[in-house]
Structure formats: C-alpha cells, structure tokens
T-cell receptor, first 113, second 114 residues
Framework: KAGVTQTPRYLIKTRGQQVTLSCSPI?????VSWYQQTPGQGLQFLFE???????NKGNFPGRFSGRQFSNSRSEMNVSTLELGDSALYLC????????????FGEGSRLTVL | AQSVTQLGSHVSVSEGALVLLRCNYS??????LFWYVQYPNQGLQLLLK??????LVKGINGFEAEFKKSETSFHLTKPSAHMSDAAEYFC????????????FGAGTRLTVKP
C-alpha cells in the first residue's frame, strides 16, 4: 500500500511569490491534514480537509489556503511568500476526520529567499 | 486545550544504554497520547500510542511508554539504544478520541554515541 506522497520535495521561491504544494493520501483515506514545521515554532497545525470540506483550521493568516479534490488529493497554497514561510510542510492522511491514526508524508521543504 | 511539554530538547546516550525521553501532558479530558519519530528529511512515523486500557504501551523498534495519570506523564523508553535510534522524537496529545486537534511537543533530538 503506497504511503502519503508529497510533491515537490524541495523548492525555492522568492518573497512575494506564491507556491502550491500537493499531497496524495493513502488509498482509502479521506482526510488530509497539513502541518508546518520550523525550528522555532515546531509542528503547527494548518488545516484539515475531509470530503472536500475544510473541517478544522489552525491559527495561520489567510495567505495559507488549501483545498481537497474528489479523489481526496489535497493542495495547499501560500500566497505573497514571506521569509518566515520557509519551513517543512507536512501532509498527513487518515481514514476519517476527527479520529484515527495520522500517517505522514515526507514533506515539502520550502525555502523563501 | 491540551498541550505537551517535552523535557530536554537534546538527549545523548551511548550505544547500549537506556533511552528515556520525557513527556508531560495537560488535558481537561482523558487524553490520547502518541510518540512519533522523525528521521532527517523524512516525515513523522508513529512509534506507539495510548488510547485506553493498558497503561504500558509497546511500540515499534523496541520502544515503550507508560501512561501515568497521577504524574500526567507519558515517557518513552528503550532498554538499549542503537545507533539507528538517532532521530527526533515528538510527543503528541489529543482530547480523547476526537483527535482533530493534535498538539505536538517541541521535540527531543536523540543522539547515540558509539
């Protein structure tokens, strides 16, 4: 059974640009969550999607957005990038929202110059 | 809201020595507790979890943790460290079964010396 797949694994952007990250969950998993990991703030919850609907949202500005497609694949977008957005963005999937073990992908490492 | 505190951002042990990584939690409802491991440039992998029932939980790679309600702790142990255990370890808590609000600790980086 394939794991959670995140693309791209590494990317470099400049301030002011926007970025889109993709996450394909484990087959059969309908919930996808996104986390930001930085050395200073640790792991912070961004949002969770289930059945194409955002079910829960962390405390991030509106520049951070996401969506989920009918096949459960998810994308997150960050607009008007800032230096502080440099981080490892982790996607995690599970069978259903609100319950069950989270399975993490390897992450997308974003560097903002 | 629930939270976890991991005591010690860095722990160094010798190969073959006991590994003890400390985690204390705060939760207003009976918690579910988790330990995850992260190897360099990889995502998080679940080591073990406590939900209900037996308070001593065994996980993968020889790790175990004990839920102690009176001490609000969920420390991770392994009797004998191996070089391959070097990684970052995260403790996490959710408010019971409704774990759409998983809170992670700051992490503990484990170094294993030969």
């Amino acid at each position: 059974k394939a794991g959670v797949t995140q693309t791209p694994r590494y990317l470099i952007k400049t301030r002011g640009q926007q970025v889109t990250l993709s996450c394909s969950p484990i087959s059969g998993h309908r919930s996808v969550s996104w986390y930001q990991q930085t050395p200073g703030q640790g792991l912070q919850f961004l949002f969770e999607y289930f059945s194409e609907t955002q079910r829960n949202k962390g405390n991030f500005p509106g520049r951070f957005s996401g969506r989920q497609f009918s096949n459960s694949r998810s994308e997150m977008n960050v607009s008007t990038l800032e230096l502080g957005d440099s981080a490892l963005y982790l996607c995690a999937s599970r069978m259903a929202a609100n319950t069950g073990e989270l399975f993490f992908g390897e992450g997308s490492r974003l560097t903002v110059l | 809201a629930q939270s976890v505190t991991q005591l010690g951002s860095h722990v160094s042990v010798s190969e073959g020595a006991l590994v003890l990584l400390r985690c204390n939690y705060s939760s207003s409802v009976p918690p579910y507790l988790f330990w995850y491991v992260q190897y360099p440039n990889q995502g998080l992998q679940l080591l073990l979890k406590y939900t209900t029932g037996a308070t001593l939980v065994k996980g993968i790679n020889g790790f175990e943790a004990e839920f102690k309600k009176s001490e609000t702790s969920f420390h991770l142990t392994k009797p004998s460290a191996h070089m391959s255990d070097a990684a970052e370890y995260f403790c996490a808590v959710t408010p019971g079964r409704n774990n759409n609000d998983m809170r992670f600790g700051a992490g503990t980086r484990l170094t294993v010396k030969p």
